[in-house]
């Protein structure tokens, strides 16, 4: 039989998990593509931005960033990732669930990203999520790795 793991609890990012959160950064993105200490700090406080932590005891175990512009109605999945340790349990659904929900709540119509055209996890995710790919930037990850430009039209809630 084996040991349930403990579940993520879905929170708002705080100054205490800037250094988590830049350790999760530097395992999973290129240099060119990282989100900066003081990148987290300022998104932990900005009224443009939601930062949703995924806390397993104590443990930041991922998080997902979600951008705003004022007067649009466009939100951008700016990053999401799930630490080694955590993967495999949800986790990442959960997030990026939040991150639709949070958007909706500031009436944005439509959520986009970019991902790696060679993380062929990542862009099932996505794609298993009903994110529609369309577009591509050339050259866009470290100089040399397309990204792929994918979008989700997040209507109203689905009911539970």
Request: with cysteine; glycine share 8%.
């Amino acid at each position: 039989m084996s040991k349930k793991l403990p579940a993520a609890t879905l929170r708002r990012g705080r100054a205490s998990d800037v250094g988590a959160l830049v350790a999760m950064e530097e395992e999973f993105f290129t240099p060119d593509h990282r989100i900066s200490p003081r990148g987290f700090r300022h998104y932990v406080s900005s009224a443009k931005s939601d930062l949703i932590v995924a806390d397993v005891e104590g443990a930041v175990a991922g998080c997902a960033l979600v951008n705003y512009r004022h007067g649009s109605r466009l939100a951008r999945l700016y990053t999401i990732a799930v630490g080694t340790a955590f993967q495999r349990r949800g986790i990442a659904r959960q997030l990026l669930a939040a991150a639709e929900r949070a958007a909706r709540r500031r009436r944005c119509k439509v959520m986009r990203l970019e991902v790696r055209a060679d993380d062929a996890g990542a862009i099932a995710f996505y794609e298993s999520s009903g994110y529609l790919l369309f577009g591509r930037r050339n050259r866009y990850y470290d100089g040399r790795i397309d990204a792929l430009r994918f979008d989700k039209s997040l209507g109203p809630e689905p009911a539970r």
